[in-house]
């Protein structure tokens, strides 16, 4: 297996979806002449040309409504915003009007469309530019939404999103591009939306999440291990749909479960997945089920204040001891 870089693995996907299918096409601010913000569609503009590759101005919602308008006329977009929190000024397109149409039509008119950017918090970017928008998209019935944690999860996801006939808010760890990891060299590699992936094996408990958060939650794994703790470490892959069988499994092997995410606690994705198991597997429960997440506040600036209110591996270890009465 070849290893790349998260970008390198969205680019390899979005080039290979353009090359199998002339429908794809991708556009967004700065994709085409300057590659990308992040340089995910480094060599697209001279690969594909710029009726496939297009700059778009400043105008989330006024592109966010191209997209949309294309995928009803039968093409396949694929939408790059900056950063989904950016992305807030196109929500009308994307709830409004990509995740409804298919329901409002009668089934007539499919939304072949991917909004796809980095998402959550970076570093020192402040309280308008650090947030995890994941749960704004999950509540709307008609979206789906992935949020890959390693190089070969965003390939092959971002294949199966450009592929599915739904809309897809494809949502990328901010501070995952320059992540390498291994990335399966077999042709077409695709990964089915909906599918859960056990990024680590342990019987003691289970520590649930998705997005950048996976990478947290192993480093709580691996500190749990020296004190003899063994975690089950599940990566949803994507939030909507759920798979529901996979975290299940889990919460039966273990009884016990801590969900870890970047969001706010408030209605967040935690919250739907500790519903999920409490009505699913109420009996399966040793201990109450305990949630990490970021501090209910908008994200500070102060780099002292943002340690402490994003979640951390220290805060994940101290949830799973705590779960586990020691």
């Not at 092959?156 to 995952?176: H, N, S, T």
């Not at 975290?247 to 016990?256: F, G, L, Q, W």
């Not at 967040?268 to 999920?276: P, S």
């Not at 089920?289 to 500070?300: F, K, S, Y």
Request: some cysteine.
């Amino acid at each position: 297996m070849a290893e790349i870089t998260y970008r390198e693995a969205l680019g390899e996907a979005l080039a290979e979806e353009m090359e199998r299918d002339p429908a794809v096409f991708l556009m967004g601010e700065e994709v085409a002449e300057y590659d990308g913000a992040y340089k995910v569609s480094r060599g697209l503009l001279d690969r594909f040309g710029e009726r496939r590759v297009v700059d778009t101005p400043i105008s989330e919602l006024g592109f966010g409504g191209l997209g949309v308008g294309a995928a009803m006329a039968g093409l396949r977009p694929v939408v790059e915003f900056m950063t989904f929190n950016f992305a807030f000024l196109a929500i009308d397109q994307v709830i409004n009007h990509a995740a409804k149409m298919h329901y409002m039509s009668a089934g007539r008119l499919p939304v072949p469309i991917v909004f796809r950017g980095p998402n959550g918090a970076a570093l020192q970017l402040s309280a308008q530019h650090s947030q995890a928008c994941e749960t704004y998209y999950a509540h709307a019935p008609g979206c789906k939404v992935v949020t890959p944690a390693t190089p070969a999860d965003a390939k092959g996801l971002l294949k199966a999103a450009i592929r599915d006939d739904d809309p897809v808010a494809f949502m990328e760890g901010e501070l995952l591009y320059n992540v390498r990891g291994e990335v399966p060299d077999t042709d077409d590699f695709v990964i089915p939306l909906g599918m859960a992936d056990l990024k680590r094996e342990g019987a003691d408990l289970s520590i649930v999440t998705h997005g950048k958060s996976v990478h947290v939650a192993l480093q709580a794994a691996a500190a749990l291990a020296k004190e003899g703790i063994e975690a089950d470490v599940l990566d949803l892959r994507s939030v909507r749909p759920l798979d529901v069988d996979a975290i299940m499994r889990t919460v039966a092997k273990t009884n016990r479960v801590v969900y870890l995410e970047e969001g706010w606690p408030y209605a967040g994705v935690g919250a739907q997945i500790v519903t999920l198991i409490q009505e699913e597997a109420f009996d399966d429960l040793d201990a109450p089920i305990l949630r990490v997440t970021q501090a209910d506040v908008p994200m500070p600036y102060a780099k002292n204040l943002e340690n402490v209110a994003k979640p951390s591996a220290a805060r994940v270890v101290a949830a799973c001891r705590k779960t586990l009465y020691r």
